[in-house]
């Protein structure tokens, strides 16, 4: 077991033999959230870290920032022609374009980060082996470059909202904490496959199919009322279905979001984050050795 | 004096994997071909029973052939890898050379990257900001600072990573054969900065087969081999006796090109 201890600008890190000596839950914790709080000092890094990404992300292409929005805004002009003149009696949804939009540029940014962060530690693999800093500096800032252009969408969606028909309402103050939630769910996850992807590459190759399958069954085209009713609660309990459900509520139809709904999804993304930062940072000393 | 680097007894082993399952694929194969995959993982020490200290101000060196364990001593000390027995101990900033230019991204500039690599040696940017034009002028890149890296020769990007790791004022710099930068000039001006960050009460660790150099920088030396401490003494008694053991090829190649 290996334990560290920190004093000033003194470090010690010593390693008991005995592989029994396991550490208390609450102890690990409470470690856990130590290194959490550590990470305010690497801000500076992940900042930089962040801006890199973007700089670079569209350095040769001609649109840049744009195709974060080019890309949900293509897929919903796709989606209304299929949905609307293909299968017109089954989209029961009034709006449907503002309906699509407002799913897809939130699916965009998970689908992105996850995309992105499951090779991210890989991809960084002469920095792990050459520079200390806390490992989860690399996955964080991958997510927080893809949440800065999430930001930047959404004023651009209130206008598409606009004319589409659909006025702002004051709901719309609502939307912070719902994003915070999405952000805490993503980072949650990007963690734990970063993390699994430097042990099992499958992780990186599976991620396609784990990203569809989760598009699908995802209120993200349909609304969750379509599906049978023994189906609507277990589906709700996906997070990202309850959060972007909340999304629609707040933006198109200036309601309160459905509190249940809500309320498991902060609870289970809480949980995704907390396991998630468990295992990276359980399983970051030996990345080095791995990657 | 403080110790401000120790080890004691540390001890750092790998897993040589010949065969090692690395994917559910072949760890299914595995167990239907009735294989287990353990088997194929070979246990490998590259450091045994490490114990040495260090005080602020010393400059130390590390030699031995290759393979002797002098990188994983510095990776640890660097707390880039733990160890697997013993235990690390250092104090104050570090600034670790273990590849130069480790953090560039060579689609940035060489602006750009100068605060990005100071952010990931942990300075942040009113430290970068008050050192840029020493860094730059230092590395000889003014014409090139504004420059994305990937057009710049392998020797400037070496250049600007050795600059700016020595330009941050590091309690301790650690070094692992980093001296070949550059043209003969720079690297007399690497040893000449190197130098004046020792006289100036740095503590560096440096590990090199080049014994010229190890001689020039430091009084103290430690002769690693397989793992194990061999000698730690001062410099002339150490590597007088490790070159006398004759075992290190490499070592005298280097002392070979370096005399011609």
Redesign the interface.
Same mark, same amino acid.
């Given at each position: 077991m290996?334990t560290t201890k920190r004093k000033g600008? %003194? #470090?010690? #890190?010593? #390693?008991t033999?005995d592989r029994q000596t396991r550490r208390h839950p609450l102890r690990f914790a409470l470690e856990t959230a130590g290194r959490l709080a550590d990470l305010w000092s690497?801000r500076?890094?992940i900042?930089?870290?962040v801006v =890199?990404d973007l700089?670079?992300r569209y350095?040769n292409s001609a649109f840049g920032f744009a195709w974060s929005l080019l890309n949900p805004l293509f897929m919903m002009g796709v989606l209304s022609v299929v949905f609307s003149l293909v299968f017109e009696r089954a989209s029961p949804v009034e709006n449907f374009p503002a309906f699509l939009v407002t799913g897809l540029i939130p699916w965009n940014f998970t689908n992105t980060s996850l995309t992105r962060a499951v090779n991210s530690v890989v991809e960084n693999s =002469?920095?792990v082996?050459? #520079? /200390? /800093?806390p490992r989860e500096v690399i996955p964080i800032s991958v997510v927080l470059a893809n949440f800065v252009h999430f930001l930047l969408a959404i004023p651009v969606l209130l206008i598409i909202l606009m004319f589409l028909g659909v006025m702002p309402n004051p709901k719309v103050l609502l939307l912070p904490p719902l994003i915070l939630i999405h952000l805490e769910l993503v980072l949650g996850i990007s963690l734990f496959i970063s993390c699994v992807n430097v042990f099992? =590459?499958?992780m990186g190759v599976a991620m396609d199919v784990l990203l569809q399958g989760w598009f699908f069954a995802t209120p993200i085209f349909y609304h969750h009322w379509i599906l049978p009713l023994w189906l609507q609660k277990p589906a709700m309990a996906n997070p990202l279905a309850a959060i972007i459900t909340a999304y629609r509520d707040v933006l198109i139809y200036g309601r309160f979001p459905d509190r249940n709904f809500t309320v498991g999804a902060l609870v289970s993304s809480t949980l995704i984050f907390a396991i998630g930062y468990a295992v990276y940072t359980r399983y970051a000393?030996?990345f %080095?050795?791995e990657v | 004096m403080t110790t401000v680097v120790e080890l004691a007894h540390t001890s750092k082993q790998y897993r040589l994997s010949h065969e090692k399952a690395r994917s559910f694929q072949e760890i299914w194969l595995g167990l239907f071909k009735g294989k287990h995959a353990a088997k194929t993982v070979e246990k490998f020490w590259a450091l045994r029973d490490v114990s040495l200290q260090i005080k602020r101000g010393e400059s130390v060196a590390l030699i031995g052939p290759n393979g002797a364990g002098k990188s994983t001593a510095l990776k640890i000390i660097a707390r880039i890898i733990d160890p697997s027995q013993g235990m690390v101990h250092v104090q104050g900033r570090m600034s670790a050379l273990i590849e130069l230019g480790a953090g560039f991204h060579h689609d940035l500039t060489g602006r750009e990257n100068i605060f990005l690599n100071g952010s990931i040696l942990g300075f942040n940017r009113q430290e970068m900001q008050a050192r840029f034009d020493e860094i730059v002028s230092f590395a000889e890149l003014e014409h090139f600072i504004d420059t994305e890296l990937k057009r710049w020769s392998v020797g400037m990007v070496m250049r600007l990573g050795f600059s700016i790791a020595t330009s941050v004022n590091p309690d301790i710099l650690i070094t692992d054969e980093i001296l070949a930068v550059g043209d003969e000039s720079f690297q007399r001006k690497c040893l000449r900065r190197i130098n004046t960050f020792r006289e100036a009460g740095g503590t560096i660790l440096f590990v090199s087969h080049d014994m010229h150099a190890v001689r020039d920088l430091c009084e103290r030396t430690i002769w690693l081999d397989h793992g194990t401490l061999q000698m730690d003494g001062r410099t002339e008694e150490v590597v007088t006796r490790y070159l006398a053991s004759g075992q290190d090829q490499e070592m005298s190649l280097a002392q070979q090109t370096v005399e011609v």
């Open positions: 290996i600008d %003194a #470090v010690t #890190v010593w #390693v033999s690497y500076e890094l900042r930089n870290l =890199r700089k670079v350095k =002469r920095l082996k050459k #520079v /200390f /800093f099992y =590459r499958d000393s030996v %080095a050795e | -």
